[in-house]
């Protein structure tokens, strides 16, 4: 057996267990098995990092300018775009299929001891995120690294991640997300999202709603840890459009950077990037030490985000957005005028059906000309014919697609028919997976071909 074919062995066996949408609050469980392997998620340092939006950007910007330090690195997020690996990076790349199979081959006798623990007290076996999580523990800790960036699943009190006590907890955008599992208000889910501050941390976060910022700064003060918000303490001074992304003046928690290159398009992406310098100054320091310039600029040079504004095609442009929920896709409608020059946007539109649908619509239709419907490749996909009734319910026209590849197609030749016409794809990580693949595939940056 290939090396492949033992990490695709190793994803059939975590697809098998209850879904990445099966959520209990029970992060003890993904405690018993790490303390039966020793705590991996100890032996080394950890940025923790939760909010409801502009997590992986930042988690991919911090993990960067971490590793233009010098430090060698590992990187968890969900979810994936193309091939789960991805979701564990060691060293920027995704984690090596003999690496991910030698660590499920560390765990596997401890998840039988476990799975058979929580059958005798009546609860249900490991989940596929709990295991995965072990996973990116055990594999960080054999590489081994020096800081661990970790990307919550879902909330942070209880979720698996909560298990590595993070030296800097890094708080994103908070809003209305998952309020069937976080709470009903958005006081609730910040509580939620607050347990990831450790007693004696760094915490920075992105600047909140004033609820959110209360609750942030009392569950940091019951922690003794310092807290730092952009704005007030931090922020993005300046951005303006290059070639390929823009140039930033961020002004740190210790030093100012001026004129800094991002090779990422969006006025949100900048707000993310003075995030992550704020944290990753936290954690180099006891207090906050400024990053030294050659290194700033090397890391931020070098982030990427995929599937965030990222560039599939010419000729007509064709770019794709993970936005799959109304403050991403609100992100999403303001980049589209502030980081491009174009009249018209055609949009790919697929949503599953556990998101908020009309508010993506909403917040995306100002920003569009055209709309395509379609469905993500996944048995969780929101109808095409629904989505296209939402848009037409607000006075729109949209046309329907039964798969990616046909609603594409009708967008680039829509958009190759005039000039300054553009394409986005948006409304789910899965499209957006699905998108990266099929431009690949078809060669899209070769232009449009009939």
């Avoid at 982030?303 to 957005?321: F, K, N």
């Amino acid at each position: 057996m290939t090396d492949a074919q033992r990490a695709d062995a190793v994803y059939e066996q975590l697809l098998a267990r209850a879904g990445e949408r099966w959520v209990q609050p029970r992060k003890e469980r993904v405690g018993r098995i790490l303390t039966l392997l020793d705590d991996p998620q100890r032996t080394y340092r950890v940025v923790h990092i939760t909010g409801t939006n502009g997590k992986t950007s930042t988690a991919r910007m911090i993990e960067s300018l971490l590793r233009a330090h010098g430090l060698r690195t590992g990187l968890f997020t969900s979810p994936h775009l193309e091939r789960f690996t991805e979701r564990i990076m060691i060293d920027g790349a995704p984690i090596a299929d003999a690496a991910i199979a030698e660590a499920w081959d560390e765990i596997l006798p401890f998840v039988g001891i476990v799975d058979a623990e929580l059958e005798a007290s009546g609860d249900e076996p490991l989940t596929f995120f709990e295991l995965l999580t072990v996973l990116a523990f055990v594999a960080a800790s054999d590489a081994p690294v020096d800081v661990l960036v970790l990307e919550v699943g879902m909330g942070g009190s209880w979720d698996s991640t909560n298990n590595a006590d993070g030296d800097v907890a890094v708080l994103a955008p908070i809003d209305l997300d998952h309020a069937d599992r976080l709470g009903d208000t958005i006081e609730k889910i910040a509580e939620v999202k607050a347990g990831i501050i450790k007693d004696g941390a760094a915490v920075v976060s992105a600047q909140q709603k004033p609820e959110v910022e209360a609750v942030l700064r009392r569950v940091a003060a019951e922690h003794d840890a310092r807290i730092s918000f952009a704005g007030a303490d931090f922020g993005l001074v300046d951005q303006r459009l290059a070639v390929g992304g823009q140039l930033l003046t961020i002004r740190g928690l210790a030093g100012q950077y001026v004129d800094e290159y991002l090779p990422l398009y969006g006025a949100h992406q900048g707000q993310n990037a003075a995030l992550a310098v704020a944290a990753v100054e936290s954690l180099i320091g006891d207090a906050a030490q400024p990053v030294a310039g050659d290194i700033l600029a090397e890391g931020l040079q070098n982030a990427s985000s995929p599937g965030r504004l990222q560039l599939l095609g010419v000729a007509p442009t064709v770019v794709v957005d993970a936005a799959h929920n109304p403050h991403g896709a609100a992100a999403l409608a303001q980049a589209l005028g502030d980081s491009f020059d174009f009249d018209e946007w055609g949009l790919v539109l697929g949503v599953l059906a556990d998101k908020d649908a009309a508010g993506i619509v909403d917040a995306l239709l100002p920003a569009v000309t055209e709309v395509f419907a379609t469905a993500p490749d996944s048995a969780r996909a929101n109808d095409a014919d629904a989505i296209a009734d939402l848009v037409e319910e607000r006075g729109r026209r949209a046309t329907v697609h039964p798969t990616l590849a046909e609603a594409v197609d009708a967008a680039r030749q829509w958009a190759a028919g005039a000039d300054r016409r553009a394409v986005v794809i948006a409304g789910s990580v899965v499209l957006a997976g699905e998108a990266i693949a099929l431009a690949e595939a078809e060669d899209w940056k070769a232009g449009w071909r009939e």
